[in-house]
């Protein structure tokens, strides 16, 4: 979520730095352009731990969607399937992206939207996987 939000602020530094470097000054443009790396670089982060605890999870406990049948169960492998299958869309197509650039120079216009949408989808995964642990928490011992 972090991420998006510093993806949100980079976006003004973008638009008006692409129309400052129009007249020859770069900086702002710069700025944003650090800004949405780090941003892109957080998402990759979270991605990565997401597979790797999706992984772990996987082959020392169980495959999502076999537990006890429970809606509680149920909501969290829903999740969990959802944070794993975002995080997998959204490294691939950071990578098909970066495969494209180096072998054609140019990405198909449908690849960064999709990106975009993973990352946004894996954001809003965990912050509803975050809220869903915090609220069961709260009611189990509050």
Do not use: K, W
């Not at 470097?21 to 650090?34: D, K, V, Y």
């Not at 780090?38 to 999706?54: D, F, N």
């Not at 992206?97 to 180096?102: E, I, K, M, Y």
């Amino acid at each position: 979520m972090t991420a998006i939000v510093v993806g949100t602020i980079a976006l003004p530094f973008l638009v008006f730095g692409t129309f400052v470097a129009l007249g020859g000054e770069g900086s702002i443009l710069a700025g944003g352009a650090i800004i949405a790396v780090i941003c892109t670089a957080l998402l990759l982060c979270l991605a990565v731990l997401l597979l790797v605890h999706g992984y772990l999870e996987a082959t020392n406990h169980r495959v999502p969607f076999t537990g006890d049948g429970d809606a509680r169960t149920l909501a969290v492998d829903g999740i969990r399937t959802t944070e794993m299958i975002a995080a997998g869309v959204f490294i691939c197509g950071l990578a098909a992206a970066l495969v494209l650039v180096a072998v054609r120079g140019e990405i198909p216009t449908a690849l960064p939207f999709i990106v975009i949408v993973a990352a946004i989808a894996q954001s809003v995964a965990v912050l509803i996987h975050a809220t869903g642990r915090a609220v069961s928490y709260l009611l189990r011992d509050g």
